[in-house]
Nanobody, 116 residues
Framework: QVQLVESGGGLVQPGGSLRLSCAAS????????MSWYRQAPGKERELVAR????????NYADSVKGRFTISRDNAKNTVYLQMNSLKPEDTAVYYC?????????WGQGTQVTVSS
């Protein structure tokens, strides 16, 4: 069964940090680029960061560039998102998915709430 399980979210004050993890199973993880997305209430899901198969190339949304870092460990079938200098506007449910052949069934995601 193909699964992507996000974890690591929580409540953090503005300026704080969190590290999210996405554990993959049911497919050959090392054959896919991986991405992090987020969705806030009433808004569309947006692409936050993307990492290539080898991890050598990364891409970020302008809104998080310089604050977030995506990484992967193919031996552990896991992709990470290190989030620093968090802002209230980063509050959302964060999801991961693969590329190409993005899975249509999204996981539960992990809630990130940035509030004072």
């Amino acid at each position: 069964q193909v699964q992507l399980v996000e974890s690591g979210g929580g409540l953090v004050q503005p300026g704080g940090s969190l590290r999210l993890s996405c554990a993959a199973s049911g497919f050959t993880f090392s054959y896919y680029a991986m991405s992090w997305y987020r969705q806030a209430p009433g808004k569309e899901r947006e692409l936050v960061a993307r990492i290539s198969i080898s991890g050598g190339n990364t891409n970020y949304a302008d809104s998080v560039k310089g604050r977030f870092t995506i990484s992967r460990d193919n031996a552990k079938n896991t992709v990470y998102l290190q989030m620093n200098s968090l802002k209230p506007e980063d509050t959302a449910v964060y999801y991961c998915n693969r590329q190409p052949g993005q899975l249509s069934s999204w996981g539960q995601g992990t809630q990130v709430t940035v509030s004072s």
